[in-house]
């Protein structure tokens, strides 16, 4: 929870099952979707956006937060699987 309210609720709204000013609802994402969006500033293969925006940066320096960071998008949402 404190990796997501220090580095997505600039974008995403601070409650994950809710759309941001910018960013989606994201409460149940995959780690995949997580790591690939997170890291790279892409979406894993075969993936289908929400919104297919280029407006998230990559902000690598989170990759050793992965894991807590979708453990609580995941414990947040029935959204299993959302994001973008």
Do not use: W
Not at 50 to 62: D, E, G, N, R, S
């Amino acid at each position: 929870e404190r990796v997501y309210n220090v580095n997505c609720i600039a974008c995403h709204h601070r409650d994950p099952t809710q759309d941001g000013g910018l960013g989606p609802a994201i409460a149940g994402s995959s780690r995949e979707l997580v790591e690939a969006r997170v890291v790279r500033g892409a979406y894993p293969p075969g993936y289908t956006p929400k919104a297919p925006t280029k407006l998230m940066i990559p902000l690598p320096h989170l990759e050793p937060e992965i894991d807590a960071l979708t453990a609580f998008l995941q414990s947040r949402g029935a959204n299993a699987g959302a994001g973008g």
